[in-house]
Every structure is written in C-alpha cells, then in structure tokens.
C-alpha cells in the first residue's frame, strides 16, 4: 500500500474495482466484442459457474427460504416479511441501521478528506497516512475488542473516561464522601433534602448537634479521622459530623459510640430563614463550632459539595450512547481507507487550475471548496457508496462492544439476521427473510457504483 | 414452534415424573457399587480423534479439560476441546445444518435436547452407555436426557443455583449473619450498605444470572406448583404471583446504595466480572449465583470456605427455594470414541476425577461426596444427591431458548430491562408475556 501512496498518479479506479462487484461487469463487454461466442462462453465459464455457486443459488435460496417458517416445512407465504415490521425489536434494528447510513459514511468521507487535503501539506505525510490508515490492518473483530475496552465504564481500565475524567478533574477536583448519605428512617436526626443533608428541627445555640452519616466508603475515609466525641453543650452553635456505624456492628444508632470517626473537612452551614448566617468545617473528630454566631434557632446543613462523586465520565456502553459508541470505532477502521482513496484522487488534479485560481486571488478556502471539492467529487461519491454499503452490513463490531444487557438497543439488521437464524430461535426463514431484507437496502448502491464503473471506464 | 413446545412440556413432565420417582429409587440398591466400567478395553481407541464443544471457559474449561486428559490416558483417543461461547445454540446450529458437528457436545439446556432430537441431530445411547446410566443416576436425571423415550444424553455436571455467596470480612465489619429469610436479606442489604460497602454485586449483563435470582424468588415465594405452570407458559407472566417475586426484587434492585455502581453499572457487568468485584476488588458483599462461583472466587484470590463463604438462597416465601441446573452431553456422531467418552463421563471414575477439581457437583450418584475439595462442597453434594420433592430444574433452561437463553431477547432482557427501571413492575410483566406468547406460540 505504501508504494501506491508514493505515487504521484496513483490510479484510482484500480484501488476503487476491489470493493465493487466488477467480475460480473467484464465478461458482458467481452461478450460484446469477442472474437466468436463459443470462445467467449469457454471464458465465461469457470466465472460463471463460480458466481452461480456462491452468489446466485444463495440469494435465489434465501429468497425461497424465506417463504418458509422456522421448520422450513410449512409455507408462510411474505408472514415472515409481516413480521420483520410488526416487532418492535426488529424497528429497532431499522432504525439503528438507518442512523449508521445517514451519519457513518459523512463522518467518514469528511473526515478521509480532511486528512487528504491536510497531509499534502505536511512534511511527514507518509508516515501520518500510514498511521492513520495503520487500523485497516486490523480485522473488525479485534478493532471490536480494542474499543470494547476503551469504553469500559471504570476510568481505570476504559481510555474514553480516562481522558474524560482527567480533563474534567483539571477543571474541578473532587473531594469530600461521595454516597454518603444519612441513615434512613425516622430516627434519625437529619435527612436528606435535594442533595444536601439538614436537621429535621432547627436547633438551638449552646445545643449541641448531631449529624449521624453512613455509608461512607471505606476508600474516602480520611487517614487522619479521629475517634468521634460526643459534643458537649456550650456556648454558641457546634456539634459533631460522624460516621455512625460501628465496625463489626454493636454500636448505638444517632449515638456517638467509642470506636467511630469523626468526618473531617465537611462543610457544615447553619441557615436562618434561609440565608447562610455562619459556614464551618468540622476537625479532625469531626466537631465543628460556628463562630460569633448570634443566638437564635438554626438549621444545619451540609451542602451538596461534601458529597460530590467524582466524576466518573459517561456511561458509553449504556442504552443511549451505545450506537455513536460503535460508529466512533467504525470511524477510526475506516477513515484510513477513505483518506487513501481520496489522497489518490487529490494527486490526479490538474495543478494548473488550483494555482490559476490562486493567482486570480482566491483564498484557501475558496479553492478547497470551489476547485478541489468538485474535481474530487467522483472520487468522493464512491467512498461515499461503499461506506453506505458497508455501513448497511455492519455486524462484528456491534457483536463485540455492545455488552448483553444493551445488544437490543444496538442491534443492527445483519446481527439479528444472524440472532434469529442461529442463536437461539433457529428461525432461518425469518433469518433468510431480514438477509433478503438486507440485500434490497444494498441493491441500490451496488447499482449506482456498478454504474459509475461503467461510466468510468466508456 | 410445535417442536420447543413439546421440549418444554416433555422436559416438564420429566421435572414431574422424576419427582415422583425420586424417592424409592435413591432407595433401591442397585447391583453392587461396581460402578467404574471395565471400558472398552485399554487403550483400544488409539489415533482415534474426538471433537467435544462446551460452553466452559476459563477455570471451568481448564478443569474439564483435565477429565478429557485422563480420558486420552485412559483410552488413547485424543480429544480436542471447543469452546462454544454463551450462546451454545448458535454455535451448535451451523454445524449441524454444515452436517459437520462434533462429536460430543455438552448442552447447556435440557430443552436443546428435544429440540436436536427432533432435527435427528443426536444419536440415540449405545447400551452400554444406557448401562452406565442406571448404575450411577436415578431415574430423574434420565429422564432429563432423554427425548421421545429414547435416552440421548447424560447429565454430567449438576450445578447448585440457590445460593448467595458473601464476602466474610465485609460480612464482619457490618456486624451482620448470613439471613434466612428475605426480609432479613433486606435489612442486612441496609446495614452492610451503612457500613460503606456494596451489599450486592449483579452480573445483570449475562441476562441467566437474573433469571435465577427470579427463579428462586419465584418458586420460594409461589411454590412448586405454579412453577412448573409457569414453565410450562401454562400461567400468564401477568399473574399475580409473579407480581409479588417481582416486587421482592424490587426491595433489592430499588435501591441505587444497594447495588454496585448503580444498576447502569451492573448491566454492564458480565458473570465472572461480578465475582471478582466482590472477592477480588472487595468492593461488594455478596453475589448471588450458583455454586460455580467457588472456581471465580478462587480465581479472584479467596480462598473458598474461609472469605468467600455462603448460604442457601433465603425463604422469601413459605419455603427455602433449591433450583437446579445442569449440562447434558450427548453424541452428534455414532462414532464408537464418542461413545465411550460418555461412557467415561457418565462413570463413578470419571466423575470422581472431575469432583477432586473445584466448582464441580456431580449428580452421579455413586460419586462419593468425598472426593470433593472442600467441606462446603461435600454438603451441597450431598444436598443434590439427596435432594426432594421440592426440587425443580432452572426454569428459564427449560423454556424455549429464545424465551430463556438468548443474549438481548426474551426474558433476559425483560429483566434486565426491568433493572434499569424497577419502579415498573407492570411493564415488566407486560414485556415477559409478550416475549413469552411470542417463544411458545410457533
């Protein structure tokens, strides 16, 4: 591939007949012009035989199949084609497939072009295309395990939220006792409200508080946390923050019993008719004491900050992000095939009428739109059919990211022909039935780039 | 669909008439314990090759492979292993219809049985297998392996579903006792959770690990008969009863403290993930699944008995739940190796070799519970060999397997759907009919 690269005028139709169905193309022509129809069936045969063996008898079979039910034995007549639209998974299937042909080829395409133009600007454009186009040599299936990982929800094993999280930490940073939460129930002395935790009364100066918290996970839990003491009353606004559980259990509940922490370095508010009146962090023991607080009734709080989970990226293996999950490793399969195709193409401009019309003054920008766009555009159209194409039959790579709780919200048509032929169901009239499905979706673009060959070539 | 439905129900009656049967039969002496075979000679099948497909990876694969050894020690055949994946099914089904299958597969299901039997996959047991059979089985696991009165296979790994398994250390620091009822599950789930742990680490993305916990709930708290109605698709999943199983596992997947990383964290954890998040990153207490978590806590570091411990699934109901599960072999090929593989599997010998191996149970009565590793696995040994009436077989594994065996269809996915979304327990039950009318109808 990196001779082909080299080349001043790498040949595109030559890089561009391997995805198409050309075979089928020459022997008519040669049937045309042949020297004598014998001669020309003699040539036409092994091709022929060939093709009736692994294409025609399939597909003429399949359609056939169809008919039948999961048996094979009882006609169903288009039953089989009624239920491809009445299940809901199965629109489901449709629907994905639908999202993968409308935004995967444009991302692509754009995104090859870009490289294209951009590295024949650049010194190393060589060595840059070669990576970029490096993941073609990988097969889907392995590319499906390498993004199965990079996706993987923990920061600590998935890259996605590796970066997301980082970037996100350098902006805010997160502290305090994720999860935490107080006990449930009506004993308890403070409750949750929208995130934050207060005193189900208000209280009292010279009353000492107590804010009983569980669930504090073990992780989080500061090395420097001191046994809690239990608040003696005194002067002014202050209480104790501790974690209310006793290891190996035994300990009293709302009660400070000997061997539980305090909760260092929480916020503690005290509220009057709604206003922030006082703002305190708790110590080591986790008692805190609001200064020159004036005398009255107060609720206490600790705002939402002290619980703050940190940030743990987004879930892209879950329902919603799932599918632009998988179009993410499509794109990073296929952008190199494209960028090469286009890269070929790019090197068959005629020089002289970009630099014509950067001596008549027009910008970068308007001889990239104007001039290099539209020369390219046969090139373009056919990376953008063969990604349509492409996308119509994805398979391994929604087999291998999505995890089983989320294949019904990815699941594409390919797949599910594959699901209810053999996993499962063993229904392979259904299954032939979404395959013949499958092939009418693809038939038109097949025709188109049978077409633009032909035109190509005349 | 004829065929699945007649699987199911045939595999029911099996279910009914082997709890009947059970009892004097365990009961019969049977001739003398002479139950290792004399074989097919010594080493009489050299240079023969033997193709065998399990669903087994990882330890479970490393072990089985072990037998297959002794096997090729014993006899000279030599015996490659494959692995199927989860989905046994798919990957038996082109083979078959290629008409080149292996020789011996391991089926996950009892219902495949019937269903490749109709599809004159399997070949019929050769006498002497037969023989080896009612030495060393009662007549309830025959049954399970047999389709149309003609005995297809041989079960040969049983595997204990009604437990939950729990961290000691984590079990310690919350000061709590392993529950026997569910309400005190619950309110151990709670107390552990205060302490700052995890109480429940779900595998919900492998979809049979809900089915059980359903199963249990279900048949503790609606009893054995409308179990094997519901099997059997004879009750609506609309039914009340299934209701109240589901508003039990409400009370445990409701609450986002309760469960590992939220319940979007536990659909994309995987079964062995979960057992490792409990013994190896410790950052849950229990996991509820059968007794094949010993091989994945053992792998995890912990050793079992002492931190990875557990208890029979609590009563949710009136009655303490035992749910079965088991993997059937059967012959693809009238090959006389493949035969005396089964044979070799289904013998005191064979078992006994496998048993020494942890997270295996035999149902092979003449096994001697003796041979196992541990004393935990003694006692549920035990429990299947001697189990009663009120046994039943993994209800999901006799339903058609697009109801209960398929990743992102039928009841796994109700579930876990039901998962993401607890508080609509109507919903559930709508989808579960939905996709049931839809497994049982053709």
Redesign the interface.
């Known amino acids: 591939m990196t001779e082909r690269l080299d080349g001043p005028q790498a040949p595109s139709a030559e890089i561009a007949d391997g995805p198409s169905s050309g075979p089928a193309e020459t022997p008519r022509t040669n049937r045309r012009l042949g020297p004598s129809p014998a001669v020309a069936i003699a040539f036409l045969l092994p091709a022929a035989l060939l093709l009736g063996i692994w294409v025609v008898y399939p597909i003429v079979y399949s359609i056939f199949r169809s008919l039948f039910?999961?048996?094979g034995t009882g006609f169903v007549g288009l039953g089989n084609y009624a239920t491809i639209f009445s299940d809901s998974?199965t629109l489901t299937t449709i629907r994905n497939n639908l999202i993968w042909v409308i935004v995967a080829p444009i991302v692509v395409t754009t995104l090859g072009l870009i490289f294209a133009v951009l590295t024949e600007r650049i010194k190393w454009a060589t060595a840059f295309k070669l990576i970029v186009f490096m993941p073609m040599a990988v097969s889907l299936m392995a590319a499906g395990v390498i993004f199965r990982l990079v996706y993987e929800?923990s920061p600590d094993k998935g890259l996605a939220n590796a970066v997301l999280t980082t970037v996100h930490d350098t902006f805010s940073s997160s502290q305090g006792y994720p999860?935490?939460?107080p006990?449930?129930g009506d004993q308890s002395p403070v409750a949750a409200e929208g995130g934050t935790v207060v005193t189900k009364q208000p209280v009292q100066t010279g009353q000492p508080v107590l804010i009983p918290i569980?669930?504090?996970?073990?992780n989080v839990?500061p090395g420097n946390a001191q046994p809690a003491k239990a608040p003696a009353a005194a002067g002014g606004l202050s209480g104790t923050v501790w974690?209310d559980?006793?290891?190996?259990?035994?300990g009293k509940n709302g009660q400070v019993d000997a061997s539980e922490k305090g909760l260092p370095g929480m916020t503690v508010e005290a509220v009057q008719n709604g206003k922030v009146a006082g703002t305190a962090t708790t110590a080591e023991d986790g008692s805190f004491r609001f200064e020159g607080l004036p005398a009255g009734s107060y609720v206490v709080r600790l705002p939402q900050s002290n619980f703050q989970a940190s940030y743990g990226g987004l879930?892209w293996?879950?329902?919603t992000l799932i599918t632009p999950a998988i179009i993410g490793a499509f794109v990073w399969v296929w952008a190199g095939f494209a960028m090469v195709l286009i890269a070929a193409g790019l090197a068959a401009i005629p020089r002289d009428a970009l630099e014509a019309a950067r001596i008549d003054g027009a910008t970068e920008w308007q001889v990239f739109r104007k001039i290099t766009v539209p020369l390219l555009s046969p090139v373009l159209l056919v990376v953008f059919v063969t990604m349509i194409i492409n996308t119509l039959k994805v398979f391994d790579l929604v087999f291998i990211i999505a995890?089983?709780?989320?294949?019904?919200q990815a699941?594409v048509i390919a797949l599910e022909m594959?699901?209810v032929?053999?996993?499962?169901?063993?229904?392979q009239g259904l299954g032939s039935a979404l395959s013949v499905f499958l092939l009418i979706l693809v038939l038109p673009f097949m025709i188109m780039n049978i077409r633009r060959f032909r035109r190509g070539d005349s | 669909?004829?065929?699945a439905r007649a699987a199911v129900i045939l595999a029911g009656l099996a279910v009914a008439v082997a709890a009947c049967g059970n009892a004097p039969t365990t009961t019969t002496p049977t001739e003398s314990g002479s139950a290792s075979a004399p074989a097919a000679g010594a080493k009489t099948l050299q240079g023969v090759k033997l193709e065998v497909a399990a669903k087994w990876t990882g330890a479970e694969q490393k072990n089985f492979e072990q037998v297959l050894k002794a096997f090729t020690e014993k006899t000279g055949a030599e015996v490659t292993y494959a692995s199927t994946g989860?989905?046994t099914?798919?990957y038996l089904?082109?083979r078959i219809q290629g008409k080149n299958p292996p020789d011996v597969a391991i089926l996950p299901q009892p219902g495949l049985v019937q269903?490749y039997a109709d599809q004159s996959a399997l070949k019929p047991l050769s006498d002497d297998v037969i023989k080896e059979i009612d030495t060393n089985y009662t007549p309830y696991w025959k049954e399970l392996g047999s389709a149309d009165g003609k005995v297809y296979g041989v079960l040969i790994k049983a595997a204990h579903k009604s437990l939950v398994w729990y961290r000691g250390q984590a079990y310690?620091?919350?000061?709590?006792q392993p529950a026997t009822t569910w309400d005190e599950l619950v309110k151990n789930a709670?107390?552990i959770?205060?302490?700052?742990?995890a109480p429940f680490s779900l595998c919900?993305?492998?979809?049979w690990t809900l089915t059980d916990l359903f199963e249990n709930v279900y048949l503790s708290t609606a009893g054995a008969e409308n179990y094997d109605k519901l099997s059997k698709h004879e009750i609506p999943w609309t039914d009340p009863t299934v209701t109240t199983a589901l508003q039990k596992i409400q009370q445990l997947v409701g609450k986002k403290?309760f469960l590992l990383?939220g319940s979007?964290?536990a659909?994309?954890t995987?079964y062995p993930t979960c057992v490792s998040k409990v013994y190896g990153n410790k950052k849950a207490a229990m996991v509820v699944e059968g007794d094949f978590v010993a091989v994945e806590a053992a792998q995890s570091g912990a050793k079992v008995g002492e931190e990875a411990k557990y208890f029979p699934f609590p009563k949710a109901g009136d009655t303490a739940p035992v749910v079965l599960g088991g993997d059937v072999a059967v012959a693809m090929k009238d090959s006389p190796g493949a035969m005396a593989l089964l044979q070799f599997l289904a013998s005191k010998e064979g078992g006994e070799i496998w048993a020494k191996l942890p997270g295996y149970l035999s149902p092979n009565k003449n096994v001697s519970p003796d041979n196992y590793p541990d004393e935990l696995t003694k006692q549920l040994g035990q429990t299947i060999v001697s189990a009663g009436d009120a046994v039943r077989y993994d209800m999901s594994d006799l339903a058609p397997?697009?109801f209960g065996?398929?990743?992102?269809?039928?009841e796994?996915?109700a579930l876990?759907d039901f998962l993401?979304n607890p508080s609509d327990i109507k919903g559930a039950q709508t989808a579960l009919e939905a996709e049931a009318k839809k497994a049982w109808k053709?």
């Open positions: 039910d999961a048996a998974g929800q999860e935490a939460r006990r449930e569980v669930g504090v996970k073990p839990l974690f559980f006793t290891p190996g259990g035994g879930s293996l879950g329902p995890p089983g709780s989320v294949q019904p699941n594959w699901r032929s053999f996993g499962g169901g063993n229904n | 669909m004829r065929k989860e989905d099914g798919a089904g082109p269903q310690d620091d919350a000061g709590v709670q107390t959770a205060d302490s700052g742990t919900a993305a492998s979809g403290e990383d979007s964290g659909l994309q995987d397997s697009a065996g398929t990743d992102g269809k039928g796994w996915k876990q993401r053709k």
